[in-house]
Nanobody, 126 residues
Framework: QVQLVESGGGLVQAGGSLRLSCAAS????????MGWFRQAPGKDREFVAR????????YYADFVKGRFTISGDNAKNTVYLQMNSLKPEDTAVYYC???????????????????WGQGTQVTVSS
């Protein structure tokens, strides 16, 4: 099993920044890639970003390109999501997820991921 714990969410004004962290523990060696998703009230969970633990094959949703950056620290088993130029429409619960499998392409489907964190709330005020 792999346990994922997100942190770093909060309330920020539009145009501001937040850095989310996702600490992985347990059988982390069994995971190949990490992803970030988000879910706003009344909406489906949507893909935000993905990277493999070696740092390559990074993908972003179109709506965050140029504003968000995913990165990882293998030594700490931690993945980050740096979010800049935040907009009110970025308000959501943000989840990190771990995928045990190598995949080609963006791999934006939530059901590709095997483990999920509890989520952290991000609220962007206008």
């Amino acid at each position: 099993q792999v346990q994922l714990v997100e942190s770093g969410g909060g309330l920020v004004q539009a145009g501001g920044s937040l850095r989310l962290s996702c600490a992985a523990s347990g059988r982390t060696f069994s995971t190949y890639a990490m992803g970030w998703f988000r879910q706003a009230p009344g909406k489906d969970r949507e893909f935000v970003a993905r990277m493999n633990w070696r740092g390559g094959s990074i993908y972003y949703a179109d709506f965050v390109k140029g504003r968000f950056t995913i990165s990882g620290d293998n030594a700490k088993n931690t993945v980050y999501l740096q979010m800049n130029s935040l907009k009110p429409e970025d308000t959501a619960v943000y989840y990190c997820a771990a995928d045990k499998n190598y995949r080609v392409g963006r791999s934006a489907r939530a059901d590709y991921y095997d483990y999920w964190g509890q989520g952290t709330q991000v609220t962007v005020s206008s």
